[in-house]
């Protein structure tokens, strides 16, 4: 038996509110809508993972969900053109990543990163 995908699933009664951050801002393509349901991702490329952590390093809140880009600092001026609070970054981190925090419509805490 091989895993071939996790899906992160977020309970809301505000299916649309997903389109604008994970659509519209970070370019992701919806890949099923059955109404009660919308998955987003990313056809060219979809790895397997789940972590488990004690903290978010650098004595951060542990995200809810990490999102790799190409681009941290297209991915951070899209979310301030889009009106999203960032929490906390961008910064390199000295495990080699750059990221930010910011919180989808959810209230998810959303570690946007790139490898340095």
Same mark, same amino acid.
């Given at each position: 038996?091989?895993?071939?995908?996790?899906?992160?699933?977020?309970?809301?009664?505000?299916?649309?509110?997903?389109?604008? +951050?994970?659509?519209?801002?970070?370019?992701?393509?919806?890949?099923?809508?059955?109404?009660?349901?919308?998955?987003?991702?990313?056809?060219?490329?979809?790895?397997?993972?789940?972590? +488990?952590?004690?903290?978010?390093?650098?004595?951060?809140?542990?995200?809810?969900?990490?999102?790799?880009?190409?681009?941290? *600092?297209?991915?951070?001026?899209?979310?301030?053109?889009?009106?999203?609070?960032?929490?906390?970054?961008?910064?390199? *981190?000295?495990?080699?990543?750059?990221? +930010?925090?910011?919180?989808?419509?959810?209230?998810?805490?959303?570690?946007?990163?790139?490898?340095?």
């Amino acid at each position: 038996m091989k895993v071939k995908r996790i899906v992160t699933n977020v309970r809301t009664r505000q299916i649309d509110a997903a389109n604008r +951050f994970y659509g519209e801002v970070l370019g992701l393509d919806i890949l099923m809508d059955h109404g009660w349901i919308t998955s987003y991702g990313n056809t060219e490329n979809m790895h397997v993972q789940i972590a +488990f952590a004690m903290e978010g390093g650098a004595g951060t809140a542990v995200p809810d969900v990490s999102i790799e880009v190409d681009d941290v *600092e297209v991915a951070y001026a899209r979310m301030k053109e889009y009106g999203y609070h960032v929490e906390y970054g961008p910064v390199d *981190e000295s495990w080699g990543v750059r990221r +930010f925090y910011v919180r989808d419509p959810f209230g998810k805490l959303i570690n946007i990163l790139m490898h340095l």
